[in-house]
């Protein structure tokens, strides 16, 4: 079963056919965008190669989620090269065959889970874990879970005001990378919360979203209610 951004890929590969087609998936504000590229290899029959400019380019639009390419008339799945492209960059690397339209991906061996890419899930892979995962791998300080009842912020319950009371962090009035930055989201009270990146951009994790990285001033900033800074780096 292939899904919308699948039959896109699909449509521009087939396009492609005998030559290999390729093309970046892009993790947009928290939502996954194919962008198709040319193929500059020397031979586009059996190779691909995205250009720099492309990869740059689409990097500057959002997190590089997956590369993407096709096999033409080849069940094999992924190469030897391709596998280890991968996991040295640390990127997915999915290649479909054409016209076979098989799926093989690679997903690079990862000691943590990354920060960016996650799905969605209350509890286990929301704003706050990823927050708590953040500080964890950047900054090696461990912050507390929160046992956030379902639907709290329509209960007027403020989970938020725990940074101030018991784990280390002050209001500040001015951001410096990595802020913690509070957001009430069409609610009374605080209800979302990311990590400040530095030069306008932040890192967090929307309901319904993949955790990204996108500017605070997309219209993040009109829902912002504080910016807490650790105790521990002031």
């Given at each position: 079963m292939y899904n919308k951004n699948d039959k896109e890929i699909l449509e521009y590969l087939v396009s492609c056919y005998p030559e290999e087609g390729?093309?970046?998936?892009?993790?947009?504000?928290g939502k996954l965008k194919f962008i198709p590229c040319k193929n500059e290899a020397e031979d586009p029959f059996n190779y691909f190669k995205i250009p720099a400019e492309e990869y740059i380019k689409a990097s500057m639009l959002g997190d590089i989620h997956a590369i993407v390419h096709s096999h033409p008339d080849d069940e094999e799945g992924l190469s030897e090269k391709?596998?280890?492209?991968?996991?040295?960059?640390?990127?997915?690397?999915?290649?479909?065959?054409?016209p076979g339209f098989t799926k093989f991906v690679n997903v690079p061996n990862r000691?943590?889970?990354?920060?960016?890419g996650r799905d969605y899930n209350f509890g286990t892979n929301d704003c706050w874990s990823l927050v708590r995962d953040y500080y964890k791998a950047t900054l090696d300080t461990v912050l507390p879970s929160i046992n956030f009842e379902d639907d709290w912020w329509l209960k007027g319950l403020n989970y938020f005001d725990d940074l101030y009371n018991s784990f280390g962090f002050i209001e500040v009035e001015e951001l410096k990378t990595h802020d913690v930055i509070i957001f009430s989201v069409l609610s009374k009270v605080p209800n979302h919360c990311g990590v400040y990146l530095g030069d306008g951009i932040f890192m967090h994790h929307a309901e319904n979203r993949l955790s990204?990285?996108?500017?605070?001033?997309?219209?993040?900033n009109k829902n912002i209610t504080r910016y807490m800074r650790c105790k521990k780096f002031i």
């Open positions: 390729c093309g970046i998936i892009l993790n947009k504000k391709d596998i280890a492209t991968s996991n040295f960059l640390g990127i997915t690397y999915i290649a479909y065959s054409v000691e943590a889970k990354p920060l960016l990204c990285r996108e500017s605070l001033y997309s219209g993040w």
